[in-house]
């Protein structure tokens, strides 16, 4: 398995990755525009991409890391405006098959979605993959378990963080793991017994400080060896 980390905002890329000195396996990023793109050209590392909304900039930003040679990139289902899943899928399908020219692969995450919502997406659209937010999964009533069993078979990537549950976008605390109520234990078992091997991304909030991100990484990679 590969662990990698969120760094955000990326003015502070370097001076963090000098601080987890190797850690990290390569670094999910979020990046705004053009310029983040040129700040990061040269650096020897491996990145990951998280895209903007279906109807924002999502194109464009695909269109920019391709630069960055990534292998997979993050996206919402969700969309700032208001629109029909069918719609939404319109434009997933059409997203893959860019990516797909640039050997990219594209990973849905489910955000406020439940586990059927998110299977219909993935049987419409045969190519897509699946990333687990194991946060985003304990919220409005869902259980990142019954996602880990049911969408296994599509699962290539995760984001990790916690939280205390809720059923509201503000209940999305991105909390280090251990600071709220998940059950990380079950959750490891469930990726040994699949024999997951891919990518795994610590996504906790930049309000906390590096220190702090970097003994969660530690703590991730060695309870994951030991399970």
Do not use: W
């Not at 930003?61 to 719609?87: A, C, G, N, P």
């Not at 990333?131 to 996602?147: K, Y």
């Not at 909030?205 to 060695?222: A, G, K, V």
């Amino acid at each position: 398995m590969e662990f990698g980390i969120f760094l955000s905002p990326l003015q502070r890329f370097r001076e963090e990755r000098m601080l987890l000195d190797g850690l990290a396996d390569y670094y999910e990023i979020f990046p705004s525009g053009e310029e983040d793109i040129e700040l990061l050209q040269g650096e020897d590392c491996k990145f990951l991409v998280h895209l903007p909304e279906l109807d924002g900039p999502c194109f464009e930003t695909l269109e920019l890391v391709r630069f960055l040679k990534v292998e997979k990139v993050v996206v919402h289902f969700k969309t700032k405006k208001e629109m029909k899943d069918d719609e939404k899928i319109s434009l997933l399908k059409r997203l893959l098959k860019r990516a797909g020219e640039y050997r990219v692969k594209v990973c849905l995450e489910n955000t406020i979605e439940d586990v059927e919502t998110i299977r219909r997406v993935l049987e419409a659209i045969p190519g897509l993959m699946f990333c687990l937010d194991i946060g985003h999964a304990n919220l409005f009533s869902n259980n990142p378990i019954d996602f880990l069993k049911a969408l296994s078979d599509r699962l290539e990537h995760i984001h990790l963080h916690d939280n205390f549950g809720g059923n509201s976008e503000k209940d999305d605390l991105h909390l280090p793991p251990g600071y709220g109520n998940i059950n990380f234990k079950d959750l490891f078992l469930g990726l040994k017994s699949i024999e997951y091997d891919k990518t795994l991304t610590l996504e906790v909030s930049p309000r906390f400080p590096i220190d702090i991100r970097i003994e969660s990484l530690r703590l991730i990679r060695t309870l994951l060896k030991e399970n």
